[in-house]
């Protein structure tokens, strides 16, 4: 496991005084403040940045990043990746996981075929939903969308050998 989590992007300016327009992956969203510090990827480092004030503009968010004053300064930051280390989260309960760490599991069924490997995972109103990509190892190179309902689909999660075990049928 990585010893990063992503857990959100800087996307563009947003006005003349260092605003940025960032997406949070964070629930609620306004909680990508309450890490700091955040690190931001620039090529292959992580450097730390401190954002002084994050707040709702629409359906997104803003921030105003430490150091950043007008709107010329913002643009270095845009585009990059926002990240905490992983002993920043707080702890969970047994059978509880982050997505970022279901993200790249292999999924087999419950009789042990491959359908894939989780490439990411997504809210609906009923239940969170996971997208996995079929590959050269799997019963064929489908995506399915697979409900993450614990028990009636996910029937276990081996985050060290990197799979999870689902009751599913591979025809869906």
Avoid at 59 to 71: F, H, P, S, T
Avoid at 120 to 148: C, K, W
Wanted: net charge negative.
């Amino acid at each position: 496991m990585s010893d990063w989590v992503v857990v959100g992007k800087f996307l563009g300016p947003y006005g003349v005084q260092g605003w940025i327009k960032l997406y949070s992956h964070t629930q609620p969203m306004e909680n990508i403040g309450n890490y700091p510090p955040l690190w931001v990827q620039r090529g292959e480092d992580w450097q730390p940045v401190r954002l002084e004030r994050v707040q709702r503009h629409g359906k997104g968010l803003v921030a105003k990043i430490e150091g950043c004053d007008n709107r010329d300064q913002v643009p270095a930051y845009s585009g990059c990746e926002i990240a905490i280390r992983r002993e920043q989260l707080p702890k969970l309960q047994a059978d509880d996981y982050y997505w970022s760490d279901l993200e790249g599991l292999r999924v087999l069924t419950v009789a042990g075929d491959s359908l894939g490997v989780i490439s990411h995972l997504f809210e609906t109103g009923a239940n969170d939903v996971m997208v996995v990509q079929g590959d050269a190892r799997s019963l064929d190179r489908r995506e399915r969308l697979i409900p993450y309902l614990w028990e009636d689909v996910v029937q276990a999660v081996d985050l060290q050998a990197g799979t999870m075990t689902v009751d599913w049928d591979p025809a869906f």
